[in-house]
């Protein structure tokens, strides 16, 4: 039986953009401001939960083609990988850096840091352990 | 003079919040459950705003936003599992 619900999907395709835009700048101001790798990892699956709440499970597999178990891994493995980075400068394990680069975008001395590829690591891992949970539960009948 | 306008102003939100968890408590139907859930959800967005006055910080304009996005994922969520019995489903057109 064909369902008609065309408010909820009008409204999920622009909602969810939204969710992911600010999980995102969640994600970028962990380093000054409250935010980080864990809550924005959370509000990015939280997007997509909600376009698997208006469309169904296999529509958006077919639109984010991702197993999310290689995404657990690819965000574990980033995390060890900047942690043993530090071991090639004869410095402990997780030792993290920063450096001020002229970017062309972003402008003069901008600060990078490696917490952010750890940070990123966290959040891949967040996204994947997320929405595997819910993608688990959703396709046992 | 501030502080007593924000006062009133998080009694005023306090009272509709005891109001609508007597509506969560006695309602009839679990639909008057779920509104009233959602409602609280976004008492709970201004009585955070006004902490955030009231304490002098922006720290939690974050939160904020959160609560919006969570109250409307919950609602939605409880919405089509009482209309159609399951909340994700694995084709929709079948």
């Known amino acids: 039986m064909k369902v008609n619900d065309l408010i909820l999907k009008t409204a999920t395709n622009v909602v ?15 380093h000054y401001t409250p935010g980080g790798g864990f ?10 939960l909600l376009l698997l709440l208006a469309y169904d499970l296999e529509t958006v597999q077919s639109i984010i083609p991702f197993d999310f ?18 071991l090639f400068f004869d410095k ?5 850096t920063y450096g001020y680069f002229d970017l062309p975008f972003f402008g003069e001395d901008t600060a990078l840091a490696t917490a952010t590829l750890f940070d990123l690591g966290v959040y891949l891992v967040v996204v994947g352990i997320t929405m595997t949970i819910i993608q688990t539960i959703g396709e046992s009948e | ?20 968890l007597y509506r969560v ?19 709970l967005m201004a009585i955070t705003a006004i902490m955030c006055i ?3 910080t922006d720290a939690f304009l974050d939160i904020i936003l959160v609560i ?12 089509k599992f009482l209309e159609r019995g399951e909340v994700i489903e694995r084709d929709r057109n079948r």
Do not use: C, E, Q, W
Not at chain 1, 92 to 96: A, K, R, S
């Open chain 1, 16 to 30: 969810s953009f939204i969710i992911i835009t600010f999980s995102i700048y969640l994600f970028f101001t962990g």
């Open chain 2, 68 to 79: 919006g996005i969570l109250a409307f994922v919950g609602t939605v969520a409880f919405s």
């Open chain 2, 1 to 20: 003079m501030l502080d007593i306008f924000m006062l009133i102003s998080l009694i005023i939100l306090s009272l509709a919040s005891i109001g609508l």
């Open chain 1, 69 to 86: 178990k290689k995404v657990i891994a690819t965000g574990l493995l980033l995390a060890l990988g900047t942690g043993i980075g530090g």
């Open chain 2, 25 to 43: 408590v006695k309602g009839p139907g679990v639909t008057d459950r779920v509104m009233a859930l959602d409602a609280i959800g976004i008492n």
């Open chain 1, 39 to 48: 809550i924005g990892g959370l509000m990015t699956s939280g997007g997509l």
């Open chain 2, 54 to 56: 009231m304490m002098n």
């Open chain 1, 92 to 96: 402990p394990f997780l030792t993290h």
